[in-house]
C-alpha cells in the first residue's frame, strides 16, 4: 500500500510537471501591438524669414499613442520580426524668447499652436527570449532591438485668436534609416498564444526637414501574438 502511494505521488508530480511545461510552437506567428508614447522635447528652428516671435525655440509634445501589426518566427529561444507601426505625437507648448504658446484648451487667447508629428516605420526586430531552464514559468523576458526605415510628417499651425499665420502654418516630411532597442516579456496563455509587455526606445537617424532633431519615441508597448502552426 505504501510502495502504492509512492508511486501514485510520482505519477502525480510528473503529470503536473508535464502540465504545466511549457514547449512554445516554433515556426511562423503574427499579432497586433498598442502603445502609449512619450515624445521628448526638440529645438525648433523655421527654414524661412518669419516673424521674430517664432525663429526658434522648444517644442514640447504631448501624450498620445501608436498602433501596428507584426509577422514573426520562433527558432527556440530567438525570434525575428517583421513589424509595422503608426506614432502619432501632438504638439503641446512651443517656447520661445521667454514665452510659451500653447496648444488648443478652453481658456486659451491670443497666440497658439496646432499640430503634431506623425511617424509610419516598417522595423526588422530580433529577440532573445530567456526561457527559464525547466520552462515551468509563463511568464518570459526578453530583450530585442530593430532596425528599418521611417517616414515622418511634421505639421504646424500658428493662430492669432481664431485667424491662421500663414507664413508659420508649415509642413514637411522626412524619411530615414531608423533603429530601436526594446526589452520586455511574454506572458504565455498556454503554447500557441502570447502577450508581451514591452518599453521600446525608437529614433531616425536624419533630423527632420522642419524641427532640428531626430524623431524620438519612447513608448511602453501591448502586443497579442499567436502561433500560425496549430495543427
Not at 211 to 217: E, F, G, P
Request: net charge negative; charged share 10%; with cysteine.
Amino acid at each position: 500500500m505504501n510502495r502504492l502511494c509512492k508511486t501514485g505521488f510520482l505519477a502525480l508530480l510528473t503529470m503536473n510537471s508535464m502540465a504545466y511545461a511549457l514547449h512554445p510552437v516554433q515556426g511562423l506567428y503574427g499579432g497586433i501591438i498598442l502603445g502609449f508614447n512619450y515624445t521628448p522635447s526638440t529645438n525648433f528652428t523655421l527654414p524661412t524669414p518669419t516673424p521674430p516671435l517664432i525663429a526658434e525655440g522648444a517644442l514640447n509634445y504631448g501624450t498620445m499613442g501608436q498602433i501596428g501589426g507584426e509577422l514573426g518566427y520562433r527558432w527556440g529561444k530567438y525570434r525575428f520580426e517583421a513589424n509595422y507601426f503608426y506614432n502619432n505625437s501632438p504638439y503641446k507648448s512651443l517656447e520661445v524668447n521667454g514665452s510659451t504658446i500653447f496648444a488648443p484648451s478652453i481658456n486659451t487667447t491670443g497666440y497658439r499652436i496646432e499640430g503634431s508629428t506623425d511617424t509610419g516605420a516598417v522595423m526588422f526586430n530580433a529577440f532573445f527570449d530567456f526561457f527559464s531552464s525547466d520552462l515551468s514559468s509563463s511568464l518570459v523576458p526578453y530583450i530585442g532591438g530593430g532596425i528599418g526605415y521611417a517616414y515622418a510628417s511634421n505639421n504646424f499651425k500658428l493662430y492669432d485668436q481664431e485667424i491662421v499665420i500663414d507664413q508659420a502654418s508649415l509642413k514637411a516630411h522626412t524619411t530615414s534609416p531608423a533603429g530601436q532597442a526594446i526589452i520586455g516579456a511574454s506572458y504565455f496563455l498556454d503554447d500557441f498564444t502570447f502577450f508581451g509587455l514591452d518599453f521600446r526606445y525608437f529614433t531616425t537617424t536624419a533630423n527632420s526637414k522642419l524641427l532640428d532633431a531626430r524623431v524620438q519615441v519612447y513608448s511602453l508597448n501591448l502586443s497579442f501574438n499567436g502561433a500560425f502552426n496549430v495543427a
